[in-house]
Nanobody
Framework: QVQLVESGGGLVQAGGSLRLSCAASGSIESILVMGWYRQAPGKQRELVASITKTSSTNYADSVKGRFTISRDNAKNTVYLQMNSLKPDDTAVYYC??????????WGQGTQVTVSS
């Protein structure tokens, strides 16, 4: 079982940047997909960005061109670079590791707050 620890959240003004990190307790090389999700108050959790084992990436339309997901297998870490942040990006951001059906793990989340 892998443990995931997110960091890098905080308070930033609109237009600013943050970089989130998701550190895994073990190797991430065998993880099929690593993803960043977010959940705003009163809303469902949604996929923000994902990266596969072969480094193919996928982004929600709302963050395309502003966010970049990347992975460093040597450091067992996945990153989410967030630029041009908007108040609508305010949410708790969660890291997810997907090994396959009925086998995925979540981090505890990190709060991102964007002020207008």
């Amino acid at each position: 079982q892998v443990q995931l620890v997110e960091s890098g959240g905080g308070l930033v003004q609109a237009g600013g940047s943050l970089r989130l990190s998701c550190a895994a307790s073990g190797s991430i090389e065998s993880i099929l997909v690593m993803g960043w999700y977010r959940q705003a108050p009163g809303k469902q959790r949604e996929l923000v960005a994902s990266i596969t084992k072969t480094s193919s990436t996928n982004y929600a339309d709302s963050v395309k061109g502003r966010f970049t997901i990347s992975r460093d297998n040597a450091k067992n870490t996945v990153y989410l670079q967030m630029n041009s942040l908007k108040p609508d990006d305010t949410a708790v951001y969660y890291c997810n590791a997907y090994y396959g059906i009925f086998r995925d793990y979540w981090g505890q989340g990190t709060q991102v707050t964007v002020s207008s």
